[in-house]
């Protein structure tokens, strides 16, 4: 079992920049990749970005890419996500999620094991 603690989520304006952090409770040596989801109110939770663990390879949502960059820190069993010029349409809880074996499509839900609690991301026009 690993758990995942988000911080780093806030209210900003648009233009902004905010870091996201998630931490995972175990060594993540085991873990295939980690990513991160965002659900806005009304909405599907959503795929915005994963990094593979190993490779420190990484996939992006097409809305975030060019202002959004996943990384990790395999000693620090963590994963973060810098977010530049915020867009109101970036509102939403955003969820960490990690994952153990290769899936075929890594920007679905299904294809996480593992998620945390989110952390609220409010960007004001």
């Known amino acids: 079992q690993v758990q995942l603690v988000e911080s780093g989520g806030g209210l900003v304006q648009a233009g902004d920049s905010l870091r996201l952090s998630c931490v995972a409770s175990?060594?993540?040596?085991?873990?295939?990749?980690m990513g991160w989801f965002r659900q806005a109110p009304g909405k599907e939770r959503e795929f915005v970005a994963a990094?593979?663990?190993?490779?420190?390879?990484?996939v992006y949502a097409d809305s975030v890419k060019g202002r959004f960059t996943i990384s990790r820190d395999n000693a620090k069993n963590t994963v973060y996500l810098q977010m530049n010029s915020l867009k109101p349409e970036d509102t939403a809880v955003y969820y960490c999620?990690?994952?153990?074996?290769?899936?075929?499509?890594?920007?679905?839900?299904?294809?996480?094991?593992?998620w945390g609690q989110g952390t609220q991301v409010t960007v004001s026009s």
């Open positions: 175990r060594r993540t040596v085991s873990l295939n990749r």
């Open positions: 999620a990690a994952d153990q074996f290769p899936r075929v499509d890594v920007t679905a839900r299904r294809s996480y094991d593992y």
């Open positions: 990094v593979f663990w190993n490779s420190g390879n990484t």
